[in-house]
Every structure is written in C-alpha cells, then in structure tokens.
C-alpha cells in the first residue's frame, strides 16, 4: 500500500511567532520518530530552507519552478539530513502577484504539484508567509490540518479570528471542506515574564470559540532556538539536550498521541 501523506501548514498571518522554527522542528521531530517527511517552503523569505542549509544557488530548483510547472515536484527535492525539502527563494515574491491575475487553478497549484509526491511521504509539513494572500491559500489548499504557532500577543490581538475565517472560506470555496485546524502551539513561552496558568486558561477559552484547542506542550523561550538556525541545524542536531528540543519532541508525541486516538 502507498502512504498518502499527511499535509499540515503551519500558518498565522504574524510575522515572528514561530512558524518557520515549528516547520524544521516539527518536520526534524517527525523523522526522528521513522517517518519519511518532506518539508515545503511556501515563504519568500526563505528561512525554513536556509535554516536547513538547502542549495539556494542559481540552478537550484524551488517551489516556483514547480508551481509554475516547470519541474516536476520530485526534481526539486533536496534530501537533507534533518528531512527532505523543496526550498524557496526571494524569486518566490513575484508569483503572489501571478497568481492573483490568474484565470485557472490560482489557489490549486501547490495542492496539484504535490499530488504527484504525495505517495513517497507520511508527512508533508508546509512553512508559510506571514500572510493570508494566495500563496498562503495555495498551502491551505494543498493541507488537511492547519497548525497554528501562536505568542500570548498573539492571542492579546485576536488574530486568531481572522485566520479562522480564512480556513473557513477555504473551506466553503475553494474545495476543501476537511480543512482542519489540527490544533494551536503555544512558542517562545517566556515563564518568567508571563501568568503561565493565566494565559493558558484566556487561549484555551478562545482557541475553543473557533473550534480548536491549545496543545498542552508549551515551547519555551530559548537561546539555543536561534543558534541551531544561525548554525543552519534542525533543534535535535545541534543541541538534543536543549529545552527547545526536549518541548519540540514532546510536541511530536502529543501531536502523534492525538492522532492516534482520535
Ligand atoms: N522557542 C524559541 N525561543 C527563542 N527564540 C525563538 C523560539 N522560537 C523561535 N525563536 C526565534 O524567534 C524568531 C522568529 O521565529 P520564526 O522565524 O520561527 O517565526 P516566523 O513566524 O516563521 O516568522 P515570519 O513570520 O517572519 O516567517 C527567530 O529569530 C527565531 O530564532
Ligand atoms: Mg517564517
């Protein structure tokens, strides 16, 4: 039997809240755990693939190649050691516009090029732009779970609603209707600074409201988060005894727990 991978987009349209450290260490997690995982970079900024240390040099292929149908899926993945990728670059920006001004499929492009690798995967864990224009679209298109890295400022704007809202109507218009919110992870948890007890019971209240729950992991404020990606290395590789990567693993297994319960 082939897999079919699993595709989760870890989105929210704030910048810095973790989205792309979640990404590698969600994704560097999922294979420590024996799975074959590949990594999608959807943002023009690039970091998830810089931060692994992927090919960015001219004749590197990207996302963009692929999504413009240039080259299949499976001639742009890079195999790492922390997991396989297909990065993005700067060159990335300009398809938001493309897309926009597209007549067909302009939202479907990322879910088609992936139909194809879809199979050689259990999971597929896509980083997205701090956004919700069409490239973000095209990740939620392309996902059955949304993942949802969030700071207790975050939740202090209510962004939340807005990203909901976003799921919803893709959802309803853009033939997606499982599209689920798999669940919001609570980053850069700084114990000294924040109520802990406090925050978790005001994000729990409202992460319910729109139909979604907080993971019990926190993760923890720490140095070595940084580090490991000046260093251009999944959390685990570079330093395994860290907080980051003892609260990113325990993520993993609470995300694979509840999957496995459900
Ligand atoms: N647990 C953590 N402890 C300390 N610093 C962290 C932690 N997680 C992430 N950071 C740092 O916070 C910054 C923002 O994180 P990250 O790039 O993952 O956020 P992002 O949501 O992807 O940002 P963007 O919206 O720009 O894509 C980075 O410098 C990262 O190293
Ligand atoms: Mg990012």
Redesign the pocket.
């Known amino acids: 039997m082939p897999n079919r991978a699993t595709i989760i987009s ?1 989105s ?13 260490a969600f994704a560097a997690g999922l294979k420590r755990k024996g799975y074959k995982v590949l990594a999608v970079d959807m ?1 023009p ?1 690039g ?2 693939s810089s ?1 692994v240390d992927a090919d960015l040099s001219e004749d590197a292929l990207t996302i963009l190649e692929v999504m413009k149908g240039k080259a299949p899926a499976a001639d742009a993945v890079q195999h790492l050691s922390s997991f396989d990728i297909i990065p993005a670059d700067i060159s990335l920006a300009g398809y938001e516009q493309e897309l926009i001004s597209s007549t067909f499929g302009r939202d479907s492009r990322l879910k088609e090029s992936l139909s194809k690798i879809r199979d050689e995967y259990d999971y597929i864990v896509i ?4 956004s919700l224009a069409m490239l973000t679209i095209n990740a939620l298109v392309a996902a059955d779970e949304v993942l949802v ?1 969030a700071t207790a400022e975050f939740f202090a704007t209510s962004g939340l609603e807005q990203l909901a809202d976003t799921v919803q109507n893709v959802r309803r218009y853009a033939g997606n209707p499982d599209l689920a919110i798999c669940g919001v992870l609570f ?3 700084d114990p000294r600074t924040i109520n802990g007890q406090t925050i978790r019971e005001e994000t729990e209240k409202y992460a319910r409201s729109i139909g979604t729950f907080v993971y019990d992991t926190f ?12 260093n251009r290395m999944d959390i685990y590789t570079f330093n395994a005894k860290s ?2 990567a003892k ?2 693993m325990a993520f993993v297994e609470e995300y694979l727990s509840r999957k496995e319960s459900k």
């Open positions: 870890i929210n349209q704030k910048g810095g809240v973790g989205k792309t450290s979640t990404a590698n943002d900024q970091n998830l931060s980083d997205t732009a701090p890295p980053t850069m948890h993760i923890r404020k720490a140095v070595a988060m940084g580090e490991s990606q000046t907080n980051a609260d990113y």
